[in-house]
């Protein structure tokens, strides 16, 4: 097993354990994904909205670009709803696994750009590693956000039930 697969399968993972706290988050009432629980950037759709974005900065970063959100004009619209989440979500799959794939596929680099770290550049490791542990933080926060909405169970997103929906990566 090489790097790419170790990717691909990231980044499939990822979506999906994003697509199910949407789903979830779909049981609340509107007004409570709004509540600002003090957890990450406030409330369980703002939190959600943010870790799709940045999958869409770090997809920029990968390609050699810099994010402007000024490219990007349907995030503000779409972030506002759960649907609208959902298919950002969609996009900003797309995105992520295409760069990193072509990045990876190319052979990386010593650096990867990344506009916002010390002299605008992260080390290739910690750039991949950053894009993951990034929403493996936000996807916690969302979880504990679920909790104390009152939503029962909450969903099992391990890798290993990931690899149990047959899903592709």
């Known amino acids: 097993m090489d790097l790419l ?14 697509g199910e706290l949407i789903r979830y988050a779909g049981t609340l009432r509107p007004e409570e994904i709004e509540i600002n629980l003090g957890i990450g950037p406030g409330s369980l759709r703002e939190n959600l909205a943010h870790t799709i974005e940045a999958m869409i900065f770090f997809s920029e970063n990968f390609a050699g670009r810099n994010y402007d959100p000024a490219r990007y004009p349907e995030m503000e619209h779409r972030s506002k709803t759960l649907s609208g989440l959902a298919e950002l979500l969609g996009i900003a799959h797309d995105r992520l696994r295409e760069s990193m794939v072509s990045a990876v596929a190319k052979g990386l680099g010593e650096r990867v750009l990344w506009p916002n770290a010390d002299g605008g550049s992260m080390p290739t490791a910690a750039a991949i590693t950053q894009v993951f542990d990034h929403s493996t933080l936000h996807r916690t ?29």
């Open 5 to 18: 697969h170790v990717v691909r399968f990231q980044v499939a993972h990822s979506a999906w354990a994003l």
């Open 141 to 169: 926060q969302c979880i504990n956000m679920l909790k104390r909405l009152g939503v029962e169970p909450v969903p099992d997103l391990d890798p290993m039930t990931f690899t149990t929906t047959g899903l592709p990566w």
